[in-house]
């Protein structure tokens, strides 16, 4: 199983961190160790004193593609879910002003918390809204159709590199909002009006 990411995939949270936007996709990845599920507690790791939380929609994929065509992506994901992707923004800074990868800030253990999925043909596919509360209050607001790739395009693009296989993950990007975790915080993310994660910081 293969967890991919998509970096500044929408134009206000490229902005609020000071950055381009991509002229094509910034596709990043994490282990399997990364995976945090079954509304586990994240941990505080003692390696960064700012881990930030990123909300993304995120795409199950269910069978295997090589260099998909773009019309054809939609009949390799049947499930959407939210995920959380845990960065380590301190170190992310560091790794970014030297030039290096960003795998010690992006893709340590249980960086990519994941929620529930539900059957993307229970969702309106033009406009899905998603949003992630902090200890009760919204922090990020989003909606799949300020994606700068959509979800369709991105599958074409990564599976033109990748081998994409029944089970991988997309976390297609974040919405503007992001900030720091403290200990104590509980998360919870919501599609629409439903509720699919929920991950408090230990």
């Known amino acids: 199983m293969k967890i991919f990411c998509v970096g500044r995939n929408y134009v206000d949270h490229a902005k609020e961190l000071n950055n381009p936007v991509p002229k094509s996709p910034l596709i990043f990845m994490k282990p399997s160790t990364a995976l945090l599920t079954d509304g586990k507690p994240f941990y505080h790791p003692d390696f960064s004193k700012n881990i930030h939380y990123e909300l ?12 998909i065509q773009e019309k054809f992506a939609h ?6 879910g939210l995920g959380i ?9 560091d790794l970014k002003a030297k030039g290096q990868p960003w795998e010690l800030a992006k893709s340590f253990d ?19 809204k998603f949003n992630l509360t902090k200890n009760g209050t919204i922090v990020q607001d989003g909606n799949s159709k300020d994606l700068i790739y959509s979800f369709d395009y991105l599958i074409g693009f990564i599976s033109q590199y990748f081998t994409l296989q029944t089970g991988d993950l ?25 509720q699919l994660l929920t991950c408090e910081i230990k």
């Open 56 to 67: 993304e929609l995120v795409l199950k994929i269910s069978k295997n593609g090589k260099a």
């Open 75 to 80: 009949n390799y994901y049947d499930q959407i």
């Open 85 to 93: 992707d845990f960065t380590a923004r301190d170190l992310q800074d």
């Open 110 to 128: 249980h960086s990519a918390c994941l929620g529930n999925m539900v059957f993307k043909s229970t969702l309106d596919m033009t406009a899905i």
């Open 170 to 194: 997309i976390f297609t990007g974040t919405p503007a909002g992001v900030g720091q975790i403290a200990i104590g915080d509980v998360y919870k993310g919501y599609l629409g009006e439903q």
